[in-house]
């Protein structure tokens, strides 16, 4: 029986730039990536020949802690972008375009390497990125209005070389000792819209990473679903065989609680 260990949610805030329609930061869990994303929605598209007569053009550029964009960043760019495709009503502002930018403004120490070297080499896997960037995406698009058809947000699970443990976001040192990496991005209706993985895994495995996955970007409504069947205990680990999964502080939850605070702060202005 697998044990998931469940750590710390994300951390989300909106509208923290000002000159864009939308901006979100978002922190990963064990500070990992803190990525700040910027959303102009809808701009005048640059290129006459990237403009889409029935459909809205959309554009993802991620920059990196440090240095320039590699084939990693180009690979996740792409990966946020198609998958933000199946979200947009691009159709209600056609010959338009959405651009999203996202800058890493920190990355995980890798505490076993001297003096604690940053993440981000180009050995390093790309999933922890991308499901940060995705998460920071969405959050953009929220606070510029983006029309979306749903809801979604993404999680990064491990796998234990012996398949006895399932993290939820782990850290370096987690996905140090994993044998496969998985990121889920969901909608919140329980749809897979996209799945990555990478390492050596089986089918069974690949199912309970996804289960894991349910449950830290669904939370409660996973059981909705009737896609996750976890148990979360006091001590952070959870055997996967319960259904009580009410307590997990949920992307979906993490995403709401930053929609609120924005709305309060915008609303303030009418208790003075």
């Not at 550029?61 to 009503?89: D, S, W």
Request: proline share 4%.
């Amino acid at each position: 029986m697998a044990t998931l260990l469940l750590g710390d949610p994300p951390q989300a805030l909106l509208h923290t730039l000002t000159n864009a329609d939308g901006s979100a930061t978002y922190s990963a869990p064990h500070q990992g990536y803190k990525i700040i994303a910027g959303v102009n929605y809808p701009v005048e598209v640059p290129y006459r020949s990237d403009e889409i007569p029935e459909s809205t053009f959309i554009e993802v550029n991620l920059r990196p802690h440090n240095g320039v964009g590699m084939v990693k960043e180009r690979h996740v760019e792409n990966l946020v972008k198609r998958t933000l495709q199946a979200l947009i009503l691009g159709e209600q502002t056609p010959r338009t375009m959405l651009q999203v930018t996202l800058q890493v403004v920190s990355v995980e120490t890798d505490e076993s390497l001297p003096g604690g070297v940053k993440g981000g080499g180009r050995g390093e896997t790309y999933l922890d990125v991308l499901a940060s960037a995705f998460n920071a995406a969405i959050l953009g698009c929220l606070d510029a209005g983006v029309q979306m058809s749903t809801i979604a947000a993404a999680a990064v699970i491990g796998l234990g070389r012996d398949s006895d443990q399932v993290v939820v976001n782990p850290g370096v040192l987690q996905r140090k000792k994993s044998s496969s990496l998985h990121v889920f991005a969901l909608t919140k209706d329980g749809k897979t819209l996209l799945m990555e993985s990478e390492g050596k895994f089986s089918m069974g495995n690949l199912k309970q990473a996804e289960q894991a996955a349910r449950l830290a970007v669904l939370g409660h409504l996973a059981n909705d679903t009737n896609a996750s069947n976890a148990t979360e205990h006091r001590n952070g680990d959870v055997a996967m065989n319960g259904t009580e999964n009410s307590s997990v502080t949920s992307m979906l939850d993490v995403m709401r609680k930053a929609m609120e605070a924005r709305v309060i702060k915008d609303e303030s202005w009418r208790q003075d």
